[in-house]
């Protein structure tokens, strides 16, 4: 396949604000193959250190996924996974690609259906030992009218993925009023073979956040999934749950923050997991102080230490993380200021130091910049947003070195 060369420029551009606490790192700017009028991008790196970056080009009412990888210096040249006028595209629920191995493994997208204004499958394609993506599956069975979104995936096997989605099978009759979960949004999940057949298909909770993003990991043979969890009392927190041995464990909470709130704040948590430490990041807005939190486990997610308050400023969340080693944690967010936002990054150990401090970007506070991400490539890390200038709309990279 041809290559793209990276073009790596030192970052001297208006757009970005670089504040550093520890001198040793630095950014650069990759020039990445993204085109006009992208957002929505993703960061997967698999098993050998390979980076997958998706993106959404968009014309008019047609919608267009793509991929390329990134080995630390080049990019490959972008491959179209799939474009259509019918799918639904979202701002905070938005396409995925991962790998194993060194070649794209699968690819998800939303695709309405008829029944309502959101009513919409998950779509999966398998690109496995072939040049060319196959005809997508759904993986959810109950072929309701409702919505089916916030996929997170993962290489599970060596023949087989599994992924996790908010499901609305239930919803027929609306998302429930006050204390009413007959009705909730819920959280499944199903294995999936390379040939693209349905191996088991699991309802994790019964009662969730309508529209926070989910979060999945491998933590050695077992996963790990997190995402916020719904009472009858309407709080909402983060929880996790482990799946080993193919059955799903007891969801537990990541913390008590008792935020209760009658509505999703389409704000999820983000999780990681590294040499026997495990961190978990989330925005909560209990008793109206908005905060993004990280926390971290050394027993695999079945207990989780006091969480550290990473930033309490006019946070506005939309979080990722990282391990960077056995004792502290990359995490980013996004805060408000005077001018708009800053896109921040911080190294946080497992006693709660801050070890770096970064302010990456300045970046547009609106819902059409989305959710930044971060990756670990071979050396240093790589960070992707939706960069907004006026009408126009692009995907941004750099890297810390």
Same mark, same amino acid.
């Given at each position: 396949?041809?290559? %793209?060369? +990276?073009? %790596?420029?030192?970052?001297?551009?208006?757009? &970005?604000?670089?504040?550093?606490?520890?001198?040793?790192? +630095?950014?650069?700017?990759?020039?990445?193959?993204? $085109?006009?009028?992208?957002?929505?991008?993703?960061?997967? &790196? =698999?098993?050998?250190?390979?980076?997958?970056?998706?993106?959404?080009?968009?014309?008019?009412?047609?919608? *267009?996924?793509?991929?390329? !990888?990134?080995?630390?210096?080049?990019?490959?040249?972008?491959?179209?996974?799939?474009?259509?006028?019918?799918?639904?595209?979202?701002?905070?629920?938005?396409?995925? /690609?991962?790998?194993?191995?060194?070649?794209?493994?699968?690819?998800?997208?939303?695709?309405? !259906?008829? $029944?309502? !204004?959101?009513?919409?499958?998950?779509?999966?394609?398998?690109?496995?030992?072939?040049?060319?993506?196959?005809?997508?599956?759904?993986?959810?069975? =109950?072929?309701t009218p409702t919505e089916h979104g916030f996929v997170s995936m993962i290489p599970y096997s060596d023949s087989s993925f599994y992924a996790i989605w908010l499901d609305g099978r239930n919803t027929t009759g609306g998302h429930g009023g006050h204390g009413d979960l007959s009705t909730a949004m819920t959280l499944r999940g199903a294995e999936i073979s390379y040939l693209g057949k349905l191996l088991n298909e699991h309802e994790l909770d019964n009662a969730v956040c309508d529209c926070c993003n989910t979060s999945l990991i491998n933590i050695g043979d077992d996963l790990l999934a997190v995402y916020r969890n719904r009472t009858a009392e309407e709080t909402r927190d983060i929880y996790v749950k482990k799946f080993s041995n193919g059955e799903w464990g007891d969801e537990k909470a990541v913390?008590?923050?008792?935020? +209760?709130?009658?509505?999703?704040?389409?704000?999820?948590?983000?999780?990681?997991?590294?040499?026997?430490?495990?961190?978990?990041?989330?925005?909560?807005?209990?008793?109206?102080?908005?905060?993004?939190?990280?926390?971290?486990?050394?027993?695999?997610?079945?207990?989780?230490?006091?969480?550290?308050?990473?930033?309490?400023?006019?946070?506005?969340?939309?979080?990722?993380?990282?391990?960077?080693?056995?004792?502290?944690?990359?995490?980013?967010? %996004?805060?408000?200021?005077?001018?708009?936002? &800053?896109?921040?990054?911080?190294? /946080?150990? !497992?006693? $709660?130091?801050?070890?770096?401090?970064?302010?990456?970007?300045?970046?547009?506070?609106?819902?059409?910049?989305?959710?930044?991400?971060? *990756?670990?490539?071979?050396?240093?890390?790589?960070?992707?947003? &939706?960069?907004?200038?006026?009408?126009?709309?692009?995907?941004? *990279?750099?890297?810390?070195?």
């Amino acid at each position: 396949m041809k290559k %793209i060369a +990276s073009q %790596i420029l030192i970052l001297l551009f208006s757009f &970005t604000l670089v504040s550093c606490s520890d001198s040793s790192s +630095s950014f650069v700017q990759v020039k990445n193959p993204t $085109g006009d009028n992208s957002s929505l991008p993703r960061l997967f &790196t =698999d098993n050998t250190g390979l980076v997958y970056l998706s993106w959404v080009e968009q014309i008019e009412d047609s919608a *267009t996924l793509f991929y390329s !990888t990134f080995d630390g210096e080049i990019w490959s040249e972008p491959d179209i996974i799939s474009a259509s006028s019918d799918w639904f595209v979202n701002w905070a629920d938005f396409p995925s /690609v991962i790998g194993q191995n060194g070649s794209a493994l699968a690819s998800h997208w939303l695709a309405k !259906t008829p $029944g309502g !204004t959101y009513s919409y499958n998950v779509e999966v394609s398998i690109k496995k030992a072939s040049k060319l993506w196959n005809e997508p599956i759904v993986p959810h069975s =109950d072929n309701t009218p409702t919505e089916h979104g916030f996929v997170s995936m993962i290489p599970y096997s060596d023949s087989s993925f599994y992924a996790i989605w908010l499901d609305g099978r239930n919803t027929t009759g609306g998302h429930g009023g006050h204390g009413d979960l007959s009705t909730a949004m819920t959280l499944r999940g199903a294995e999936i073979s390379y040939l693209g057949k349905l191996l088991n298909e699991h309802e994790l909770d019964n009662a969730v956040c309508d529209c926070c993003n989910t979060s999945l990991i491998n933590i050695g043979d077992d996963l790990l999934a997190v995402y916020r969890n719904r009472t009858a009392e309407e709080t909402r927190d983060i929880y996790v749950k482990k799946f080993s041995n193919g059955e799903w464990g007891d969801e537990k909470a990541v913390n008590a923050d008792n935020w +209760s709130i009658a509505s999703c704040p389409v704000n999820g948590a983000m999780i990681d997991y590294k040499d026997g430490l495990t961190a978990v990041a989330w925005f909560t807005g209990a008793d109206n102080k908005p905060m993004a939190k990280l926390s971290f486990s050394k027993d695999k997610g079945d207990s989780f230490l006091e969480p550290i308050v990473v930033d309490s400023s006019s946070n506005l969340g939309r979080v990722d993380v990282l391990i960077e080693n056995n004792e502290s944690a990359w995490v980013s967010w %996004i805060t408000r200021n005077e001018e708009g936002a &800053t896109l921040n990054l911080d190294l /946080v150990s !497992t006693s $709660g130091k801050i070890l770096q401090s970064h302010q990456i970007a300045e970046i547009n506070p609106s819902r059409r910049s989305g959710f930044p991400q971060i *990756t670990k490539l071979n050396k240093g890390l790589l960070i992707a947003w &939706t960069d907004i200038q006026d009408e126009n709309k692009s995907v941004k *990279t750099v890297i810390l070195e």
